[in-house]
């Protein structure tokens, strides 16, 4: 950040493509907004237009983002940690980037300590789905329409079978077969929930995993997840700050999840040693070739 630009506090990112460009969007948590950086030649990336809180948007504390596409027009919604909600933007044109619909926080939503964002599609829909960090619950909101977004389910802890979303971080969706997933990590309850979200108004627990029982032994203050496929298996890997560590989760049978592999910061007996996982926060994982990778930050 230079004073120009919208990074101070750079928190959350996701990369866009559009026409034969790619592209970041960087939500600026002390900046109060989200910065686009054109990445298509990685040694000389370009700063592009901003957009900052004025009063009439949600992005105050901006912190989680993520991208999506309705037919031709390309969108982020921002999740606000201190506007308590999220804000829509129209970024299909990088240099003019156009705020559209947001939702705050009332007494029937699930929105106070907006921190991640993941979205998803069921049909011709579009969804989000959306942690509270204050509110320990998260909130399902279809964003079809992105000039007129609604709320749609919402859960929280202690109610209806949802007993590990105290102080909720992160959260990835997942497809298997037919059905629509979520995987939830709570920081105070050690552990992860495993939400159906087939039907984005009526959304159920289907497992969940709990540190130091069952084989889960890395989810201590459970921080980042995300899922990826291999073969015909998915999983997810979390990240746990006080553990200094990571956890694999076979989340193919989303009704019993298996805890597999773990490593903590300086795990002895490894061929190449962790040394770099002192606090671990978020994760996301990638493949080159046939060989799937993560990427985490301490």
């Known amino acids: 950040d230079n004073g120009t630009l919208t990074l101070d506090g750079a928190y959350g990112v996701d990369t866009f493509v559009i026409d034969s460009s790619t592209y970041a969007i960087v939500a600026g948590g002390r900046d109060d907004g989200v910065q686009i950086i054109d990445i298509s030649n990685p040694a000389a990336i370009v700063a592009k237009d901003k957009m900052t809180d004025n009063g009439t948007l949600t992005l105050d504390g901006a912190y989680g983002v993520d991208t999506f596409v309705i037919d031709s027009s390309t969108y982020a919604i921002v999740g606000s940690g201190v506007d308590d909600g999220v804000q829509i933007l129209d970024i299909s044109n990088v240099d003019d980037i156009v705020a559209k619909d947001r939702m705050t926080d009332s007494g029937s939503l699930e929105l106070d300590g907006a921190r991640n964002v993941d979205t998803f599609v069921i049909g011709s829909s579009t969804y989000a789905i959306v942690t509270a960090y204050t509110d320990d619950g998260i909130q399902i909101i279809d964003i079809s329409n992105p000039a ?18 105290d102080e909720v971080r992160d959260v990835s969706t997942f497809t298997i077969g037919s059905s629509t997933y ?117």
Do not use: C, H, M, W
């Open 148 to 165: 007129a977004i609604v709320a749609k389910a919402s859960a929280t802890d202690g109610v209806n079978s949802f007993t590990l979303l």
């Open 182 to 298: 979520a995987i939830t990590t709570s920081f105070v309850d050690d552990g992860v929930t495993i939400i159906d979200i087939s039907n984005p108004a009526d959304i159920t627990v289907t497992d969940e995993g709990i540190d130091e029982e069952n084989g889960f032994d890395e989810l201590n203050a459970a921080f980042g997840v995300d899922t990826f496929v291999i073969g015909s298996s998915t999983y997810a890997i979390t990240t746990s700050t006080t553990d200094s560590s990571i956890q694999i989760i076979d989340i193919s049978d989303p009704t019993n999840i298996v805890a597999k592999d773990t490593v903590r910061d300086s795990a002895p007996g490894r061929v190449t040693e962790f040394d770099e996982l002192e606090g671990a926060t978020d994760v996301e994982t990638f493949t080159i070739g046939s060989s799937t990778y993560a990427i985490v930050a301490s």
